[in-house]
């Protein structure tokens, strides 16, 4: 997966709650089905921004905290 992939994905997740709801249920599923590659699922999960920052570019600022922070 690209890093414009995984870009694409952390939006979607901030835009779409029908995702995020998805995402709660079952994490891995849901991160797999959207095509985010099992090293960047890790760095979700693991809440590394530095790691997902690095991967895309240093150029965007990424908040894990928020995704994996989502509450039902």
Do not use: W
């Not at 870009?7 to 797999?32: E, G, H, I, V, W």
């Amino acid at each position: 997966m690209s890093a414009e992939n995984l870009k694409k994905f952390l939006m979607n997740m901030a835009q779409d709650p029908k995702l995020r709801a998805r995402y709660l249920a079952s994490p891995k599923k849901t991160m797999t089905e959207q095509g985010v590659s099992k090293n960047h699922q890790n760095m979700i999960l693991s809440g590394d921004s530095h790691g997902i920052t690095r991967e895309l570019g240093g150029k965007d600022t990424v908040c894990i905290t928020h995704i994996n922070g989502y509450k039902k």
